[in-house]
């Protein structure tokens, strides 16, 4: 898990960003690619509205998992059993085509001693998914993170998603999913705490 978290750092320098300007002149160019006129009057305003909304959709890039991890509780009257919080919706866009992924994340830890806000759980999950992503990466990232900043005694994650890509162009098989896990400490080596994640998260 390591190679992949350290081989997609995922994040730029403010010095390394285009203009503005420069932002909007690129929807101009692929606004003319698509066939249509930037200069027609309905599309006047869009190159901005797609530059203020790609910060929306990728603000992720300017947040650190570690600040929102960081606060953690300790009072839980020896609570040190499963913690999940499921079905966590998120949207990405997937890093080869930049298209949506639509999915869920069940975030499971065994505490050790210290918990962390619910919260927390999904504003990682939203941190990771306003990237450019691929499914596999935005497990371990969640894993990672958690891992790295809680030390609990283990951490898993599924993620089922559909991805655009796959719907809308391409191969355009709508409908499918796409299930991914990553499983680390106790969830890895006692397959009966894996087993009961799974029960956990399929139970409605
Ligand atoms: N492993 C993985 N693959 C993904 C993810 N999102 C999209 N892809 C795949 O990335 C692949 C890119 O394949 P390429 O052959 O380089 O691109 P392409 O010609 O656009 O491929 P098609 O989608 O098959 O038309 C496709 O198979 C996508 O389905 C993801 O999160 N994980
Ligand atoms: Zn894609």
């Not at 690619?33 to 190159?47: S, Y």
């Not at 891992?147 to 355009?172: K, S, W």
Request: aromatic content about 6%.
């Amino acid at each position: 898990m390591d190679a992949i978290v350290k081989n997609f750092p995922q994040t730029n320098r403010d010095s390394d960003r285009p203009s503005q300007q420069e932002a909007e002149e690129a929807v101009r160019v692929l606004l003319r690619w698509a066939g249509d006129d930037p200069t027609r009057e309905g599309l006047l305003e869009t190159p901005a509205r797609v530059v203020k909304s790609y910060r929306e959709l990728f603000s992720g890039y300017d947040m650190a998992a570690e600040d929102v991890l960081g606060r953690t509780f300790e009072e839980v009257a020896g609570y040190d059993d499963m913690v999940l919080v499921k079905d966590i919706p998120f949207f990405s866009h997937c890093e080869h085509h930049m298209v949506p992924i639509i999915g869920k994340a069940h975030v499971a830890y065994m505490p050790d001693g210290r918990v962390l806000g619910l919260s927390k759980i999904a504003r990682v999950v939203e941190i990771y998914g306003r990237r450019l992503q691929t499914q596999e990466t935005m497990t371990a990232q969640i894993a990672r993170a958690i891992d790295d900043t809680l030390n609990p005694r283990g951490v898993a994650v599924m993620i089922e998603a559909e991805h655009m890509c796959m719907a809308m162009r391409g191969v355009q098989k709508q409908g499918s999913t796409t299930l991914t896990t990553t499983f680390t400490g106790t969830f890895k080596t006692e397959p009966a705490d894996q087993a009961r994640f799974m029960t956990m998260v399929r139970s409605r």
